[in-house]
């Protein structure tokens, strides 16, 4: 049972490094994609706005072993990734709101390839209900409560409007949902205890507007 423990007390990761683990893949799976079977580790480190160092770091905390000058091989990298979601505690989760946002993280698989394992999709919308989106039937929002009872599940993930998002946060909530990935427009309301990520699309879209501006004008700037 010790060695148990701290196996799994070895396997706990900072926000920082399992951010970066993410990334790694996504990155890797980019260089497979374009036909390359390296990736180096000052190329991972430019997408990461990191130092190389780090990313070598972090790929001997995987068990993969590059090649000086030429990097690491990607197969062996996406493998170790693999591995990696499988060792950790598969997360049960939940998602409400099936509209354009919600369709596209059901079908993409992000929360799967990152160990998540998404139990049901829900929505008010009579004429969804009973489709499928994915490997998904879409239920009734009645049912949701009854879901995350049965699962376990402790993510939940809204993609609603603004205006029905703190209403579905308070019943995840209350049913035992303890983290919450929020797609709407809002800063919702949560009991302690249940800790939110928001993503603010608006706010994103503010930002890249400033960074085009901040572009414009260094290109009028004069030599």
């Avoid at 990736?39 to 590059?66: F, N």
């Avoid at 690491?72 to 505690?89: F, S």
């Avoid at 706010?203 to 901040?214: A, T």
């Amino acid at each position: 049972m010790a060695d148990t423990v701290q196996a799994r007390a070895q396997r706990k990761l900072s926000r920082a490094l399992a951010g970066r683990l993410a990334r790694y893949r996504e990155i890797v799976d980019a260089a497979r994609n374009a036909g390359k079977t390296y990736v180096s580790s000052d190329a991972c480190g430019r997408e990461l706005h990191v130092d190389g160092t780090l990313v070598r770091k972090d790929m001997a905390c995987l068990g993969v072993i590059g090649k000086p000058h030429v990097g690491y091989p990607v197969a062996e990298v996406i493998t170790a990734l693999e591995r990696h979601v499988d060792e950790q505690t598969q997360r049960a989760a939940v998602l409400v709101g099936v509209g354009n946002m919600g369709v596209a993280l059901v079908r993409s698989g992000t929360l799967e390839r990152h160990g998540v394992h998404l139990e049901a999709v829900f929505d008010r919308d009579s004429t969804k209900i009973g489709q499928e989106v994915g490997r998904h039937r879409i239920e009734t929002i009645d049912q949701l409560e009854d879901v995350i009872n049965k699962t376990g599940a402790k993510l939940g993930v809204v993609t609603v409007p603004a205006e029905n998002a703190q209403a579905v946060i308070d019943r995840m909530a209350a049913a035992g949902i303890r983290v919450i990935w929020n797609f709407a427009p809002i800063r919702p309301q949560t009991p302690p205890g249940v800790r939110v990520l928001n993503e603010h699309l608006a706010e994103s879209v503010g930002r890249l507007s400033r960074y085009l501006d901040e572009a414009d004008t260094k290109v009028l700037q004069p030599c």
